[in-house]
């Protein structure tokens, strides 16, 4: 049985990590944006998986750079901090279908 394991890991390990690592990310925006995305952050935000992809991407993308968000954008300023332009697009696959 461990052999098995093992092989199976090892074939599924590309997909495997990426996805086992944007839903790690996810983690932590999900205590305020649900677990789907299908809340709104602290009663203030949009529902996230609702907007359009290119929308959320250019919000985030606008969080980091200080241009976008409402009167709680220092919050989510430093939760988008140290995400990389490929962890964007991840989260916005992961949640918006
Ligand atoms: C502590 C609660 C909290 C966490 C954690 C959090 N958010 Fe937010 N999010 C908010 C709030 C509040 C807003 C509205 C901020 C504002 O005033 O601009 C928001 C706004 C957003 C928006 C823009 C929506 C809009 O209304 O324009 C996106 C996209 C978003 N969050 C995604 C994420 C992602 C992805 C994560 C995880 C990396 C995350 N959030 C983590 C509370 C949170």
Redesign the pocket.
């Known amino acids: 049985m461990k052999s098995l394991h093992v092989m199976v890991v090892v074939v599924f390990f590309g997909t495997t990590a990426a996805m086992a690592d944007t839903a790690a990310?996810?983690q932590?925006?999900a205590?305020?944006?649900g677990a789907q995305g299908e809340k709104s952050?602290?009663g203030?935000?949009?529902i996230?998986k609702d907007?359009p992809k290119a929308d959320?991407i250019a919000?985030?993308k606008g969080y980091q750079g200080g241009g976008y968000?409402?009167?709680?954008?220092n919050?989510?300023e430093a939760?988008?901090k140290g995400?990389s332009e490929a962890d964007i697009t991840a989260?916005a696959d992961h949640i918006i279908k």
């Open positions: 990310l996810y932590k925006c205590a305020c944006h952050g602290l203030k935000s949009k996230i907007m959320f919000s985030m968000g409402g009167a709680m954008k919050l989510m939760q988008v995400l989260l």
